[in-house]
């Protein structure tokens, strides 16, 4: 069976050097092993290298994959001086590979897949690792939206109402079984939403170590990637999404923090990393944390439900890898449903 993700560069090589403002000579296409969600390509060419992000192929779940909103997202950013590759072509629907897709360009520099840094020059850097992440969280929430042109980028208020239907209904989409707590998780989601407190900022939505590129020689963020998700939402959302890495086992497929000796390493706690955030964001504290952790387990049980499902049907970006997010969704709602029951 031929792989629903490769792309033909004979056919694609001619489209760039029509669309891509410099492009020239495309000699390979290496399809990069990360992502589930939007696969993602590394293009070789006489002219440089570039990243190709596109659709998955197959039948997608409605306001799914929207490489679009990436695209303008990404070019928005950019003008703003925020750490962001370019932007140089978004492809429409009728592409010659016959899905959206756009081209940035590759951003050379350091990506950590381990959030505990064991590659890390010592104890300093990987402070400073996770400082420098943690500064740029704040910046993305300190942009002018209206500034930016994003003003339209998602509808104002009522964020988690929202988010809790959409991924609410996304999982049922993509149901394979009943999981007791995410039932439970769900349930306990829109019995305890908070009130809106009108803070509105835009939301990266998938914002961890692994989607950003540091510089080699320094721990400067230099590149934030994989944009897919990002709205106009609340800010606390992408933070304690962030630190669900302190709760995730290091030993699962996630590779979190929980059983690392994170004070022997050089890592800050949860608790000192959202204290950062705060003192950044100029605010005192952030109360209802309990919610916004489960509600950031919760999304990405979903995301990862939606992943399982497609590698069932067979068009997963990375189909071996995707069969193992059945049982992630089960440790997600799981690790939700302790912090609701015991505050651990």
């Known amino acids: ?20 403002p410099g492009f020239r000579g495309l000699r390979g296409i290496e399809k990069f092993k990360s992502g589930q969600s939007n696969p993602t390509y590394r293009l070789n060419a006489a002219s440089g290298d570039y990243v190709l992000r596109a659709k998955p192929p197959g039948q997608l779940l409605k306001s799914a994959h929207q490489v679009d909103r990436e695209y303008r997202v990404i070019r928005a950013l950019g003008r703003t001086g925020f750490p962001v590759p370019e932007v140089l072509h978004l492809s429409q629907e009728d592409s010659p590979i016959g899905r959206m897709f756009y081209v940035m360009t590759f951003v050379d520099g350091r990506i950590f897949w381990d959030p505990a840094l064991p590659e890390a020059a010592g104890t300093a850097e990987r402070g400073a690792i ?47 079984g009943t999981v007791a707590d995410m039932e439970t998780l769900m349930g306990w989601l829109d019995a305890h939403r908070p009130a809106d407190d009108g803070i509105v900022a835009l939301v990266h939505g998938d914002y961890r170590l692994d989607n950003m590129i540091f510089a080699k020689d320094e721990p400067k963020v230099v590149a934030v990637l994989d944009w897919e998700l990002s709205t106009l939402g609340h800010p606390y959302a992408d933070l304690a999404y962030q630190c669900m890495q302190w709760r995730l086992p290091h030993a699962s497929g ?22 950062a955030y705060c003192r950044r964001r100029g605010i005192d504290g952030i109360g209802d944390w309990t919610f916004y952790l489960a509600f950031s387990f919760f999304r990405l049980a979903a995301i990862c439900q939606g992943v399982y499902k497609r590698a069932l049907d067979g068009n997963a970006s990375n189909p071996e890898k995707a069969r193992t997010y ?6 997600l709602a799981g690790l939700a449903v302790r912090r609701i029951e015991t505050g651990e």
């Open 326 to 331: 059945g049982e992630a969704v089960k440790l």
């Open 1 to 20: 069976m031929s792989d629903p993700n490769a792309l033909d560069p004979a056919v694609l090589g001619p489209y760039l050097e029509a669309n891509v």
């Open 130 to 176: 996770y400082d420098a992440m943690n500064a740029t969280l704040a910046r993305l929430h300190a942009i002018d939206v209206e500034a930016a042109g994003l003003s339209d980028y998602g509808r104002p208020g009522s964020y988690f109402e929202r988010q809790i239907g959409r991924w609410g209904g996304q999982y049922r989409a993509s149901e394979t």
């Open 254 to 275: 996630f590779r979190g923090l929980g059983g690392i000796d994170r004070k022997a390493v050089g890592l800050p706690t949860e608790e000192e990393y959202v204290a």
